[in-house]
Structures are given as C-alpha cells and as structure tokens.
C-alpha cells in the first residue's frame, strides 16, 4: 500500500488539507503585506489602496480555464456586493500575460494587472519549490488581515464555488460592518474624576 493511501485510509480529509498547509509553511491568519501590481497604463497599484473593504486577490494564469472560471465567478460577486465593501483584484502571473485582453474577454469589471511569479509565491507563502495549483486567491478582511488562502485544487473552487464564495464574502462583509465593542474603563480609573 503507498504511503499517501496508508495516510488518506486512516486520517481524516481536513486533517490532509491542515496538514499539507502547515508543511507549506502557510500561516492563517497573518497581516496582509502592502503589495504591489503592476497595472496596464505601467502604474503600481498597491492593495491598501483598498483598505477597509474586504479584498479578493486571485493570483492567476490568463491562459488557465479554471482561473477564468474563478474571475467570471469573482466578478459575478463583486457586481453584486462590491457597493457593500466588497473588492477583487486580479494578478496574472505568466510573464506572456495581456491583462488588458483577459479583462475584455471575460467582460471583468474589477482591476487585473501582474506581478512576477516569485513575488506571487512569497505573497502567499509558497516555497519556491511548490507547485501552484491555479488559481490561488486569498481573502483579506477590512483591518487588512489575510484570512482564508485557497489553491486551485481546494474544494472551495468545486461545483459550490460561486456559493462559497459568496458566503465567504458575505461573512467577511458582516464582520466589518459590526460596530466595535465599547472599551471598558481602565482599571481603577472607573468613576474617578480629574481635578
């Protein structure tokens, strides 16, 4: 019997997926780094541009099928829920790329640009050796918190994508529209006055 089926016979499929995102080293949740795309018209657009809205960036191959299926579904969502807080943003990651062109074909309505592969991998915490599943998208919260991290091949992106998507997105939208808790007095201080 191969180790992989000795494995999968007496552990659980999460325990896989916690399993296999551990040995890649990625951290969930960890603070979104302020990163950089480079734009059609040459410009850089940084995320926290973005800050305080809830932020889908899919990392993707402009030739890849299932990355297109991911962007249609993406931006499905953000007609829906961009006016509530919610904002995709699209990096092509193969050198060849025409983000211009992947915009026009797909009839996207967010902003596509690219980066550099390594620049993709460190993102998302990927070790230079990994083999990326396309595409890879991560969610990020309104304090700028990356919060949920996705490969090509997890079954976020299954026949329940646009379902988990949304729900994903309407629950990260929820958490940041809740007014914060009032902050509790100091101690020893309750009560007291200045003079």
Do not use: W
Request: some cysteine; aromatic content about 8%; proline content about 8%.
């Amino acid at each position: 019997m191969r180790r992989r089926d000795l494995i999968s016979k007496f552990v659980p499929t999460g325990a896989l997926l916690s399993t296999a995102r551990l040995s890649r080293g990625i951290e969930l949740p960890r603070a979104c780094p302020d990163f950089s795309i480079q734009m059609p018209d040459g410009k850089q657009l940084k995320l926290s541009t973005f800050q305080g809205k809830v932020i889908a960036v899919e990392f993707l191959l402009t030739y890849c099928s299932h990355c297109q299926r991911a962007s249609r579904t993406t931006d499905l969502i953000y007609r829906e829920l961009g006016p509530q807080g919610f904002q995709p943003v699209g990096v092509a990651i193969d050198p060849a790329a025409n983000p211009l062109a992947y915009v026009r074909d797909l009839n996207l309505s967010f902003p596509v640009g690219r980066c550099a592969q390594s620049d993709a991998m460190t993102f998302l915490q990927l070790s230079p050796a990994a083999r990326m599943m396309m595409p890879q998208v991560c969610f990020v919260d309104r304090r700028f918190t990356i919060r949920h991290q996705f490969a090509g091949d997890d079954p976020f992106f299954g026949e329940n994508e646009e379902k988990n998507m949304r729900e994903l997105v309407m629950k990260l939208l929820a958490e940041g529209s809740r007014p914060a808790a009032p902050k509790a007095p100091a101690r020893g201080t309750a009560g007291k006055k200045k003079v």
